[in-house]
Nanobody
Framework: QVKLVESGGGLVQPGGSLRLSCAGS????????IRWTRQVPGKERELVAN????????DYGDSVKGRFTVSRDNRENTAFLQMNNLKPEDTAVYYC???????WGQGTQVTVSA
């Protein structure tokens, strides 16, 4: 069964950090670009970051540039999103996906609050 599973979300204070993981199973993620997005109820899904299959090409949404870093370990069939200097407006459900097939995980909640 093809699956993407996000983990690592939680509650963090403003200025804190979290590292999200995106584990693939049932397929080899190294062949595909991975995208991270986030969504707040009532709002459109927002691009957070893209990473190409090799891990060399990355791009970020404007609101997270300089604070978030996307990476991948193809040997572990996993992608990561390191989030630093978190702000309350980063609160959302974070999803990883394979945009080529519009395939997404179930999401992980990130809440930034004092």
């Amino acid at each position: 069964q093809v699956k993407l599973v996000e983990s690592g979300g939680g509650l963090v204070q403003p200025g804190g950090s979290l590292r999200l993981s995106c584990a693939g199973s049932g397929f080899i993620i190294s062949a595909y670009a991975i995208r991270w997005t986030r969504q707040v109820p009532g709002k459109e899904r927002e691009l957070v970051a893209n990473i190409d299959p090799t891990g060399r090409r990355k791009d970020y949404g404007d609101s997270v540039k300089g604070r978030f870093t996307v990476s991948r370990d193809n040997r572990e069939n996993t992608a990561f999103l390191q989030m630093n200097n978190l702000k309350p407006e980063d609160t959302a459900v974070y999803y990883c996906g394979v945009p080529l097939y519009n395939y997404w995980g179930q999401g992980t909640q990130v809440t930034v609050s004092a």
